[in-house]
């Protein structure tokens, strides 16, 4: 497993949206706050693929629906690799039946966006501490 926050390591995010809007949005929330910094982003679900083998972020927060493909695919893929990264699954669908999907797919956590802000930095502050 990544190290997760420590007083030398800040967690390591990258941001997976194909809205920009959404993207921007999120970087200056969680760059705003200690121990967070944003190493990358992306719009699909293939380049998020390609970011993480690089990038090797702590945390990946991913949009349900992208262009190519879809978050539960892309949960699986992240999941299937060596040291994955905590997933949390972002949607404007947050029914049991996505929640679950969501969960088969191995994300560590699934965020409605009508939680807020404060509501997905709660949820994130909980799976890492968790995961420390």
Not at 86 to 99: C, D, G, K, R, T
Request: with cysteine; hydrophobic share 45%; glycine share 6%.
């Amino acid at each position: 497993m990544h190290p997760v926050n420590s007083a030398r390591h800040a967690i390591r995010i990258l941001i997976v949206d194909d809205a920009p809007a959404v993207r921007e949005s999120l970087r200056w929330l969680l760059e705003d706050e200690p121990g967070l910094t944003v190493i990358g982003e992306a719009p699909t679900g293939s380049l998020a693929l390609q970011m993480a083998v690089n990038l090797k972020p702590d945390l990946v927060i991913l949009d349900v629906e992208l262009p190519d493909m879809d978050g539960f695919t892309v949960t699986s893929q992240l999941k299937a690799q060596p040291d994955p990264s905590l997933v949390v699954l972002l949607s404007m669908h947050n029914n049991a039946q996505y929640q679950k999907r969501g969960r088969d797919a191995g994300c560590d956590a699934y965020v409605g966006k009508e939680t807020g802000w404060v509501g997905l930095l709660s949820v994130l502050r909980m799976i890492m501490k968790d995961k420390e």
